[in-house]
């Protein structure tokens, strides 16, 4: 379960900003890596369940992306395309084998040079080869997919149910969660969709067809809190206004209702934690400020509200972060996440711990950036040095959490909870 945020320039004046959480299984780790542009020989490139053809140029791109599968859950390329997906769940069949979305996302970022681009790229390949393929980490889980796509000028939200799709431009705020939520307002639409609903029943004729109502399953919206977490999302970037920064969508992805105990375990939680009955969790998070030069600001850690957010740049060639190899990346994935587990014995207790050193840290790089950016374009050695003390100011306050949490009493948590946490943490191999 995830959610995905853009706010377009007409709200910001200046800037695109994408957002989005990366709900996963717990023990799955997931990292940001980047990937240079590069020219191909092969002939086709190998996704996680099936092959495509490739392209002769594939361009450079930062991806956050789970261990075991080729694409990734969120990203942003060198043209300044950005693409988060959602797990939807239709009255279409899933293929058992095709292009997982966190594929189709891949290939778009890839290839696009704007997000009308990577839409295009996006819908033909639901066509051939099609979606499908079980995106689970230990559990079968078949699924569509949803995405919002930006650029510096224009975003989408496009909706999939199999092989058939609408899509509407974005004009001020989108957020999508795991329901489909496009009626009949679509700006671009599969051109076969609506005869096929009409043919199996699922609405009477044009004038009564919405996509959302007659392609999507609304059991599952509701047991998944998709519809509510796109309006609470929504609700939280319409109180921030006018005034609107980087720091205030950070802290959105950090959302936990009206409560801040999250051992009960949640679905309609934008910042997701798992335990009892609930498995899904907030892996990763991305924030994208989109313009002439972007900055992508990423936890690299599970959880955001105990994760600092950092900010990284990239060119055709490399990238500011202070890895090269996917394994490094998972190695800081797996140093946040043994403070989180920790932080589970006395939740309260830990995010006072993490807010009293982390918070001025992540105050402190969000004025070093809009400082390094006030007069002049720095030169990209410069942004180098920003991001690499973030991350290893960022390891050491994990350090010192780490020791600070192993002492803490443990304080309340339900009995499921604590089972939940029990297992998992006897299969966790960080």
């Not at 959610?3 to 996963?24: C, E, H, Q, W, Y």
């Not at 206004?241 to 992805?253: A, C, G, R």
């Not at 409560?259 to 969790?281: F, P, Y």
């Not at 500011?320 to 939740?347: D, I, Q, S």
């Amino acid at each position: 379960m995830c959610d995905t945020i853009v706010i377009t320039p007409k709200i910001t004046g200046n800037k695109m900003l994408f957002a989005k959480n990366s709900d996963r299984e717990p023990n799955e780790p997931q990292a940001v890596i980047f990937f240079p542009s590069k020219i191909h020989e092969e002939g086709e490139v190998s996704a996680t369940y099936v092959n495509i053809p490739q392209v002769r140029k594939t361009k450079a791109f930062l991806l956050s992306k789970p261990s075991w599968i080729w694409g990734g859950e969120m990203g942003i390329n060198e043209d300044n395309v950005a693409i988060g997906n959602e797990a939807v769940f239709t009255r279409e069949p899933v293929s058992e084998k095709g292009l997982l979305g966190m594929d189709l996302l891949r290939i778009a970022l890839e290839r696009a040079s704007s997000a009308d681009m990577a839409l295009e790229i996006i819908t033909s390949l639901l066509e051939n080869p099609g979606q499908g393929g079980n995106g689970g980490f230990t559990k079968r889980l078949l699924y569509h997919n949803s995405f919002i796509i930006a650029d510096k000028e224009k975003a989408w939200i496009l909706e999939t149910a199999g092989k058939y799709w609408a899509a509407k431009k974005v004009d001020t705020i989108g957020t999508i969660s795991n329901a489909l939520t496009i009626g009949n307002d679509f700006d671009m639409i599969h051109p076969e969709a609506i005869e096929h609903a009409v043919k199996k029943h699922w609405c009477e004729s044009v004038d009564d067809f919405e996509f959302n109502k007659a392609f999507g399953k609304r059991l599952y919206a509701l047991f998944s809190g998709g519809r509510f977490r796109k309006e609470r999302t929504e609700k939280l970037i319409r109180d921030k206004l006018p005034q609107l920064t980087v720091k205030e969508i950070f802290e959105i992805l950090r959302d936990h209702g009206d409560t801040q105990n999250i051992t009960k375990g949640s679905m309609r939680t934008v910042c997701m934690h798992a335990g009892g009955v609930i498995s899904s969790q907030t892996t990763a998070s991305m924030v994208c400020e989109i313009s002439d030069i972007t900055t992508v600001w990423i936890t690299n850690n599970s959880a955001p509200c105990l994760s600092v957010f950092k900010p990284v740049w990239f060119n055709g060639n490399e990238s500011t972060l202070p890895y090269v190899k996917e394994e490094e990346g998972m190695k800081h994935w797996y140093h946040g996440e043994r403070f989180y587990r920790k932080a589970l014995k006395n939740y309260l207790k830990a995010r006072e711990f993490f807010e009293e050193t982390a918070e001025k840290l992540e105050l402190e790089l969000l004025y070093k950036v809009n400082k390094a950016f006030e007069k002049e374009i720095p030169d990209f050695e410069s942004l180098k040095d920003i991001s690499k003390e973030a991350f290893s100011k960022s390891w050491k306050i994990i350090d010192g959490l780490i020791s600070k949490t192993s002492e803490l009493p443990a304080g309340k948590r339900s009995l499921y909870f604590k089972l939940y946490w029990l297992i998992q943490n006897s299969k966790f191999k960080g």
